[in-house]
């Protein structure tokens, strides 16, 4: 099956701060999804974004299938962007999403 | 509020017990999933739904029964778990079909087997 490998796995920012977090994945992709997981578990949605580039607010997320990665970017970030941010493919054949490992991000004051 | 409703929120049950989780979508999806999240493990999917019909087994044990008697609910019948099934459980819904558009999850059921 398809592979999904997010980097870093682990980020420690400061309040203000700008970062960029990384999807690879090892096959041809339908769509693409990133998502938020707060502390208490729930995912929310982000971005669904297959190809091209989505602004929303300080968030933006740029995915180029041809190249098979996806890029989350954050700017100014807030201690309420703290939780783990996870991208989840599917491949078009099997009517699934296959989730990456996840970053986990702590924003700090 | 994603459109997709879970219940309980929590639950605690012992390695006898036979319990349900139930989750609900007001989005009008016809696919539903079930996904296993264990701490430090990615999100690993159990079943999919698709259509009312079972399209997806992930080698799921049989303790672990879903039932989606309409495209809107989906149940997991739970039996004779282990203490390593404590997770969180996420349902999730999508348009249908062969390939999965957006797709949105409930809050989460936390199961702990004791």
């Known amino acids: 099956g398809i592979q999904v490998e997010q980097s870093p796995p682990d980020l420690i920012l400061q309040e203000g701060a700008n970062s960029t977090l990384r999807c690879n994945f090892s096959?041809?992709?339908?769509?693409l999804q990133w998502f938020h997981q707060n502390p208490w578990g729930q995912l929310i949605n982000l971005f669904y974004?297959?190809?091209g580039t989505k602004q929303n607010g300080r968030l933006s997320a740029t995915t180029v299938a041809t190249e098979r990665y996806s890029l989350l970017y954050i700017s100014s970030s807030q201690t309420t962007d703290s939780g783990v941010y996870f991208c989840a493919v599917d491949t078009g054949t099997a009517s699934k999403l296959t989730f990456g490992t996840g970053t986990r991000l702590q924003v700090t004051l | 509020e994603t459109g997709v409703t879970q219940t309980p929120r929590h639950l605690v049950m012992g390695m006898t017990n036979k319990k349900s989780l139930k989750c609900e979508q007001h989005l009008g999806h016809n696919a539903m999933y079930w996904y296993k999240q264990s701490a430090k493990k990615p999100l690993e999917l159990m079943f999919v739904y698709n259509f009312k019909e079972q399209t997806e087994n992930n080698s799921v044990p049989s303790r672990f029964s879903p039932e989606c008697p309409n495209s809107s609910h989906l149940f997991l019948h739970l039996h004779t778990l282990q203490p390593e099934d404590s997770a969180l459980y996420l349902c999730?819904?999508?348009?249908?079909?062969?390939?999965?558009?957006?797709?949105?999850f409930g809050q989460g059921t936390r199961l702990t087997v004791v």
């Open positions: 974004i297959p190809s």
């Open positions: 096959d041809s992709v339908n769509n």
């Open positions: 999730a819904s999508s348009l249908g079909g062969r390939e999965v558009a957006e797709a949105f």
